[in-house]
């Protein structure tokens, strides 16, 4: 896979953003991500699946491409009935992780290089100054922009499914109930465990 710039990785979040989802609000939210967060240059993570500038970016488009290509399949179609308008899809895989903007801080930790000794290395720190959660910080996020349909908001606020630190009961309770849930969240363990190793 060939490197992308943060811009190329901005060009098409937006695209993706503007063909797809159109309700009330969502200009308003796109305007936030782009001139009030640091959405496009973010981290996804401080050491693990993209921690890197821009990593957050290019994380919500994996999840979407992950997300696109589950629901395409014949079995999840057919068997399962999953079926999800465009607009559903783009909200619940591009914006299930903005609660991850403004809380990553550039930083410095000590690492051994080879030879054994200590060097600071750069990294980032999780600094959330608004410590509500995180599938539910994303949507109470959101909603203070537009309105979320209840699967978009149940597959948002449970996109972490087992790997979580609730209740499992609640979680697949959820998943029963909303089966987009199981779909984000098996995208989301796709796009970080195999795209962004």
């Known amino acids: 896979m060939t490197q992308r710039t943060t811009e190329e990785i901005k060009e ?59 629901l395409s399949r014949e079995r999840v179609r057919n068997d399962y009935g999953l079926k999800y308008s465009e607009e559903t899809v783009a909200i619940a895989a591009l914006l299930h992780d903005i609660c991850k903007t403004n809380v990553y801080v550039r930083d410095f930790r000590n690492v051994k290089n080879e030879q054994g000794q200590w060097e600071k290395v750069p990294t980032y720190r999780y600094e959330d100054k608004l410590p509500y959660g995180h599938g539910e910080k994303s949507v109470y996020m959101i909603s203070g922009f ?3 349909t209840r699967d978009e908001a149940m597959a948002i606020r449970w996109h ?7 209740d499992n009961n609640t979680v697949s309770s959820a998943m029963e109930k909303y089966p987009l849930i199981l779909a984000v969240s098996t995208a989301d363990m796709e796009a970080s465990v195999f795209m962004e190793k």
């Open 146 to 148: 537009m309105k979320l």
């Open 12 to 70: 098409e979040f937006i695209g993706i953003y503007n063909d797809n989802i159109h309700r009330e609000g969502s200009d308003k939210l796109l305007d936030y991500l782009i001139n009030k967060s640091d959405f496009f240059t973010a981290p996804a993570s401080t050491r693990f699946h993209n921690s890197f500038e821009g990593g957050l970016a290019l994380h919500s488009l994996n999840v979407y491409h992950c997300l696109k290509d589950y």
């Open 160 to 166: 972490m499914g087992f790997s979580g630190t609730e």
